[in-house]
């Protein structure tokens, strides 16, 4: 792969932007609590930071390939930053609203670059495993998080959130001084000087282009997650009656067993079976993997079952990357933009299905869930094997 230096710090600062999201989830709703929210404001919270980041992913994803990759996730790191200094101050719900919105707006820039930094830096046979590498930082600081902010809300509220704000600090002066430029002045030079921001005539053309599938999957993996990730604290406390702490047990089981596969077995996996076949047989197991969830019936085979369900899951979103990076004919800071607006669209769409669904009938989120990952699974062998892949390979290969 590429310099273990340069990986390291890519994956601290991967770790850190999703470090302070997992200090959210214990601490944010007694924030909204104590500015006189309830649930329809938490839910606003959670879906202004994904409607920011697909309106901007794609423009930062355009704008490294313009300007370099080292620049862009300086800015994301630096926006992650800001914004949680101003939740750790926030006076108001509104004032929390628009941190929120300011970490969509300006940490979206992690995520298209980072990939782009990998695409850039990696072989296609290494591909997969590089962007399983971003999979299990974000598990690291899914593990690290709760715990984080559980701990040092013991000093107080504040405290977590400025803890998590000069890590990004850190990470940003780690970029800043350390991290190599990984798209040459030379490259730059072919690409278009016009950023390029959410185009929807694009998104929709991008449909029926060798990408089209692809994208269609990173919208519907996303959608079919959240109906796990947006509402299984809810769930487990209407189901199971369980408190924060077991739940946050139940999350860091979760976040392990991801980092553990995206970290170490998605690269040998796609190595080994390439990667559309690690990601048809990522979604037809994601599949009994909702279903198992609604059998458990103690805490053992819950945490069991949930740990199952992300086993079977956690390759997918690099699978995916990985292969439509191969496939585009774009350049990559903009592929990944485009491939990040879709995915956050799933992330906005996903938690409204599944919430209200929710409300009806507890089992619904995962039974759609299921579903729609049936639905999936049968479509990627239809477009994913026989002559259309062979078809991506030769593109790939030229």
Known sequence: ???NRNLAILFFNLVVAQLGFGIMIPLLPFYVEKFGGGGLEMGLLMTIFSVMQFFFSPIWGSLSDRIGRKPVLIIGSLGNALS?????????YWILFLARALAGVLSSATMPTAMAFISDST??????GGMGIIGAAFGVGMVLGPGIGGVMSNISLQAPFLFAAATSLLAMGLIWLILPESH????RALVDHKVKGLDLGLMWKA??????FLLILAFLNNFALTNFEGIYSMYAQKRYNYGPATIGLIMTVVGLVSAVVQGVLTGPATRRFGDHWVIIVSIFASVPGFLLMLAAKTLPTVTLTAGIFVFTNAMLRPGVASLTSKKTDL??????????????????????WAGNVLDLNLSYPFLSGAFIMLVAGVASILFLT????KAAEKISAD
Do not use: C, D, H, W
Request: net charge positive.
């Open 207 to 212: 449909l029926f282009g060798p990408i089209g």
């Open 386 to 389: 026989g002559k259309p892949q």
């Open 123 to 128: 072989t296609e046979k290494q591909r997969g």
């Open 331 to 352: 350049p990559q800071g903009a592929v990944m933009g485009l491939s990040n607006a879709y995915m956050a669209l799933g992330r906005i769409i996903g938690p409204l």
């Open 184 to 187: 040459s002045r030379e490259k």
């Open 84 to 92: 949680l200094i101003l939740i750790a101050y926030a006076t108001n």
């Open 1 to 3: 792969m590429f310099k």
